[in-house]
């Protein structure tokens, strides 16, 4: 976890938001807790449509199902 | 009593041009006035903002400044050229401050709420809490970016910011009618066609000087030897618009005699015709056989404009070289022209000036563009 913070800090530092996406949804895939899944993918998911990324669908539809967009 | 004398002013104006007075001082020089105007003339019309060549692809975004409101110019995925307040719903945050291509989603930098390039609220993260991305008192279908109407006409976009004014088809039918064999594709020149000029003036000494061709063997009296006064006739549509047109247009030629291509199926009044209009408010237009251009007046402050000036081309691809004689030319002449505005408006500073007088034959193009800023102004209240 802690090598992933360091890769989200270094994406965010260098404003690759197209390496956030993974990163946010890697995030999202490690963590036990509903909630903190549902912030991380929030993030993957605006970061990909930020950048239209091809995600952005899939993304939401995960939120979607899960109650949270 | 200031009211009743502003008031017998612009009763003062809208005489006949051979009785008329110009517009007072204080629409020149006062702060107030300038915001008053504001409203009455440049909001409440269609107001010409920017080209379409400002945002040449889908996705392009430029945010502007108009008379002090954040905009965002953009071109939707589709292809369609919009304008919105540059500003998100949730917190009034500017969301573009550069000009950039929107990849995908326009993401606010303050709370990321993301909206589409057609102004749709599409996202709007945590607003029910830690990842929770719904709220039941955030209706996303209410809160899409607030869209300025806007009209595209020879490729400018005008903008009808308080959403008052008729279409824009209607409002100017007349000049869509007389030029009508002007309708036709208009291919912009490019970044060498393009060019800025900051003048020390107040917008309608442009619209003004722009109007009449009086002036024209004083100040431009490089375009004397075949562009005589006589050879020009005024245009006139009183609340519309109004300028000059000429009667011997030459083209360009380059050094082995080439020209520019004509624009397709005009007749023949154009081979050596070309009309000079002030769109009102504040948009100047010049159409000839080979070229056109439009130069959209910027007003920056009640004694500050920024003239924005566009050529446009009847083919996509011209000669570079053709280009730049061209744009040189055109510079060269609208150059001539500042030291003018800028001494009127230093002139608008001499107290008790009665805003003048016209030549009655020279000047109506003038006093007409004055006789519709004082209609609009004593409509105004």
Redesign the interface.
Known sequence: MADLARRLLDAHARDDRVALVALYEEAANTSND??????Y???A??F??????SA?DALYER?RGLG?? | MAKDIELDALDAVRRPVETANGLPNAHYTDPAMFRTEAQALLMSTWAGLAVTADVPEPGDAVPMDFLGMPLLLIRDKDGDVRVFQNICRHRGMVLVTEPRKI???I?CPYH?W?YSTKGKL??T??VGG?????HEAIKKDDLGLVEVPSHVWREVVFINVDGTAPPFEEVHADLLERWKEHDVPLYHGGADSTFMLDVGTNWKLAVENYCESYHLPWVHPGLNSYSRLEDHYNIEVPGQYSGQGTLVYRQLRGVNEEVFPDFPGLSEKWDEGGEYVALYPNVLLGVQRDHAFAIILEPMAHDRTREHIHLFYATPQTDEGMRAKNATLWKTVFEEDIGVCEGMQKGRSAPGFDGGRFSPVMDSPTHCFHDWVAGRLQAHG
């Open positions: 509903m909630d903190a899944a549902c912030f993918l929030t993030h998911w605006v990909a449509l930020d950048v239209g990324h952005a939120l949270r967009a | 990849e995908g989603a993401r990321s993301c599409v996202s993260p945590h830690p990842g929770h991305n719904t």
